[in-house]
Nanobody, 124 residues
Framework: QVQPVESGGGLVQAGGSLRLSCAAS????????MGWFRQAPGKEREFVAR????????QYADSVKGRFTISRDNAKNTVYLQMNSLRPEDTAVYYC?????????????????WGKGTLVTVSS
């Protein structure tokens, strides 16, 4: 399993949109539920969104619900995070993560693998 690689981060003005991508190994990609966490400076890493193995089930943090959309394309071994109506408080490093089971609520210390992260900065 190759470490997932995030891309798509950058600087965007409040109210704008950004799409993050996470490319992972295709050997076992479809066997993992995937998701995104984020970590702002001086804060704990927090859950953002997750998606089941076949994309049939999704869950979002209350702070992003209605603004962010997680999706996946197993044929391309990629998971996405579409972020709309961005706010300055969304500024953080966003990490792609995977877990063999969708299970109960996710925590940062219970994931199977992590990407290195991509920085999203939202200006006011």
């Amino acid at each position: 399993q190759v470490q997932p690689v995030e891309s798509g981060g950058g600087l965007v003005q409040a109210g704008g949109s950004l799409r993050l991508s996470c490319a992972a190994s295709g050997r076992t990609f479809s066997s993992y539920a995937m998701g995104w966490f984020r970590q702002a400076p001086g804060k704990e890493r927090e859950f953002v969104a997750r998606i089941s193995r076949n994309g049939g089930v999704t869950q979002y943090a209350d702070s992003v619900k209605g603004r962010f959309t997680i999706s996946r394309d197993n044929a391309k071994n990629t998971v996405y995070l579409q972020m709309n109506s961005l706010r300055p408080e969304d500024t953080a490093v966003y990490y792609c993560t995977g877990r063999a089971t969708y299970g109960s609520a996710w925590s940062p210390d219970a994931m199977d693998y992590w990407g290195k992260g991509t920085l999203v900065t939202v200006s006011s």
